[in-house]
């Protein structure tokens, strides 16, 4: 079996093509693997997975290398991204969570994490893990002494249990809003969080669900929010409910993007930035005198600017879960952002969760009169691109020509994760913009902010054209 390992396994996570990167067999192998590389021998470790029609088979698959290898397989059986990374944290054991995110049907993925869902990276761990799965599925591997067990554990009812400790909704104003979980997780864990589908008791919300029925063919839209054309549905069904926002989860609920009551899309820098300040003023009233908030390079430059006015302290990190919850962990960061509407927490053992962001703003937006327009202006960003993907041959290629005639012109350069080109000018105008490889997709990626719209357009016409020379 040829397979193109470091095609695959990404810089913190696999992600590859059902049947043809991803089988039973590499799965099998990469479990062994985790287990022989982690030291997981004789202790237990959380299975999970999405919708997809490959996943249950690869979580079986997986449980079958573990268990092989000694360890003990607790299936969580369905479960988002954010719900499997709770149950590595409360059972305090390593997880494996088999979902492809955003990424079309035919794809699939495993995240994988250390007890207490600590990140593993190619640089802590994950090289290793691949590098032994290869050996491993050309040569075979013996089954331990002591195989280990499989189990079934359910997690979702403590996990809604914990998200609605850590933000209480109770005594906001009633809210309605729209949830498009574009036949994702979404759509199995709102119902749990938001609803009273376990029991836990009513919430002042009014729930209007968009395509809640499980399916990884996505019959519907795909699950990637950050794409404009996937938030159409949702945008029309808040106008037309007269909801007060609407909310729209990625394929494993990890990500959750924000609609507001006109319709228009709130920036996920903006979102970062509610969020941030309600941490900030938590992680205050706990003692800290100066808490430390984590963004993603790719962030407005409203979002630093705002985390410094609220007295905390900000620090820029890669781009990658696995690199900003290990920052997060030596800082000790009370929370985390990303441009791509990811957003991390302390106090849900340093990862990411979309729920729990959403529930901030609802937080928010319901414990004052301010709509959810209005409640964004405050936090208004610059202008800025999003993100623009192109289809290049050679990314290195195209990157350094744009790094030498950006550099000839006078700009400022930063490598510190993929290219960043920033200028200044003598009246106070800005801006920059940053291009980078994706580390799951054959695209290079440019993001860019100004102080103005036009200086943003030239901006974004002049790098195109380099780009594209």
Known sequence: MSINWNSIVKAYDVRGLVGTDLTVEVVQAIAAAFVDVV???????????????????????????????????????????????????????????????????????????????????????????????????EHGFQTADQP?????????????????QMVNLEAIRPLRIVVDAANGMGGHTTP??????????????????????LDGSFPNHEANPLDPKNLVDLQAAVVSHGADLGLAFDGDADRCFVVDELGQPVSPSTIGAIVAVREIDRARALGEAQPTVLYGHLTSRRFAETVLANGALADRTRVGHS??????????????AEHSAHYYFRDFWFADSGMLAAMHVMKALGSGSQTMSELAASYRNYPS?????????????VIARVESQFAERG?????????????TTQ???????????????PLLRLNAEASSQTALEQLIGDVLAVIGS
């Open 323 to 336: 690199f900003i919850k290990a920052q997060m962990a030596q800082t000790g960061a009370v929370f985390g």
């Open 148 to 164: 280990g067990s499989v189990s079934s554990h359910s997690s979702l009812g403590d996990y809604a249990k914990f998200l609605r």
């Open 39 to 137: 030291g997981l021998a004789g202790k237990n470790v959380v299975i999970g997975h999405d919708m997809r029609e490959s996943s249950p088979a690869f979580a079986a698959a997986f449980a079958s290398g573990v268990t092989a290898r000694g360890a003990n397989a607790l299936m969580l059986g369905l479960c988002s991204t954010d719900e499997c990374y709770f149950a590595s944290g409360q059972l305090d054991a390593a997880s494996a969570m088999f979902t492809a995110s955003h990424n079309p049907s035919t794809y699939n993925g495993i995240k994988l994490s250390r007890a207490g869902a600590q990140a593993i990276s190619l640089e802590t761990g994950l090289a290793d893990i691949r590098d032994l799965a290869a050996r491993y599925l």
């Open 385 to 397: 691109s999003g993100e623009i993907n192109q289809v290049v041959k050679d990314s290195k290629a």
């Open 192 to 213: 749990a969080v938001l609803a009273n589908a376990l029991g836990l008791g009513e919430l002042p919300l009014e729930i209007i669900e968009l395509y809640f029925e």
């Open 411 to 423: 700009a400022s350069l930063d490598v510190f994760d993929g290219l960043t080109v920033s200028s």
């Open 427 to 441: 009246d106070g105008q800005w801006w920059w913009f940053n291009l980078r490889s994706s580390n799951t997709e």
